[in-house]
């Protein structure tokens, strides 16, 4: 059972540009959250999403950033014309339904904005 | 708004144990849990406690849990150089989000 997977690892971004980071969940998990992690910090939830629906997105940025996780394909997180200060490294995480309290990290994406 | 609080280093000898310890302010939290990363990768679940318990031991790892200090520790025994990492303490929120502390800095030297 292969664990989460997010693609790209790396992405180099220029300020203005839009960045897209994929999640695939583990197989059987509906349960995907988003949370980034600034340099020398922990983590910080940003949204919790099941099968095309947002459930919680009280961490997300009032603009710029949005989530989707489609009935078919990956979890996508969406940052339109970034700017420094979004430079961090953004890790998706799963649960099965039947425990959603057990959350499974993917390797993450590691964000560069020039 | 929740807060949980890490040290931020801790060095200890190989074979000795280690102890991480954990503040947090929400008494409200079911689950407690700690994850380990490695440099440059994501995070590793490595165990969790539920709230009713006191203690969780899994080989070398032993979790104790002080409700009413709000308190929670991850001993290591026989740490190794394996060992050395960044261990985050987390809590979890509503919606089944993890409110994390900020890292412990794990350095095993010989």
């Known amino acids: 059972n292969a664990g989460v997977m997010q693609n790209p690892r790396h992405l180099v971004r220029r300020r203005g540009q839009e960045a897209r980071l994929r999640c695939s969940p583990m197989k059987g998990h509906s349960h995907v959250y988003w949370y980034r992690q600034l340099p020398e910090e922990g983590l910080k939830f940003m949204v919790y999403?099941?099968?095309?629906?947002?459930?919680?997105e009280s961490g997300m940025p009032k603009e710029r950033f949005s989530a989707e996780f489609p009935k078919e394909g990956p979890s996508i997180l969406r940052i339109q014309q970034v700017v420094r200060g979004d430079s961090a490294a953004y890790f998706c995480?799963?649960?099965?339904?039947?425990?959603?309290?057990?959350?499974?990290f993917g390797p993450g994406t590691r964000l560069l904005v020039l | 708004g929740e807060d949980v609080e890490q040290s931020l280093f801790l060095s200890v000898r190989e074979g000795d144990s280690s102890v991480i310890n954990c503040t947090y302010t929400d008494s409200s939290s079911t689950y407690l849990y700690w994850y380990k990363q490695e440099p440059g990768a994501g995070l590793q679940l490595l165990t969790y406690i539920f709230s009713n318990m006191d203690m969780k031991q899994d080989q070398r790892l032993t979790v104790l849990l002080n409700k009413k200090d709000k308190h929670l520790s991850l001993r290591i025994a026989d740490t190794q150089t394996g060992d050395s990492a960044i261990y985050f303490c987390?809590?979890?929120?509503?919606?089944?989000?993890?409110?994390f502390g900020a890292g412990t800095r794990l350095a095993v030297h010989p």
């Open positions: 995480a799963s649960s099965p339904p039947v425990a959603p309290e057990t959350q499974y």
């Open positions: 999403l099941q099968k095309e629906n947002i459930i919680d």
């Open positions: 987390a809590l979890k929120g509503g919606y089944n989000k993890l409110i």
